[in-house]
């Protein structure tokens, strides 16, 4: 397994950060709701949402598509929150 860096655990509680934040932007106040809703695991969608795990390819298309946000209009999103000083290079 993968030993996570500095880098790599600002990312995924980034990515995390954003995800429940557009899961309630669209109203799922409840992640559990959201997850029985869009037959996601809650267990998996509390970790992703908390920074603990890394997320599956899959498994982020399948929460943009419920959430109804492109995969490219997601990144830019991530992009501006993570901001200008990070870069994918140095994972």
Do not use: W
């Amino acid at each position: 397994m993968q030993e996570r860096n500095d880098k790599t655990l600002q990312l995924s509680v980034a990515l995390g950060e954003y995800i429940k934040e557009l899961r309630i932007k669209n109203g799922y106040l409840s992640r559990k709701k959201f997850a029985d809703e869009y037959d996601l695991n809650d267990s998996n969608l509390s970790r992703i949402e908390r920074g603990l795990g890394d997320i599956k390819f899959v498994t982020l298309l399948k929460i943009l598509q419920a959430l109804n946000i492109s995969f490219i209009e997601f990144m830019n999103g991530l992009q501006e929150k993570l901001g200008e000083d990070f870069t994918l290079i140095d994972l």
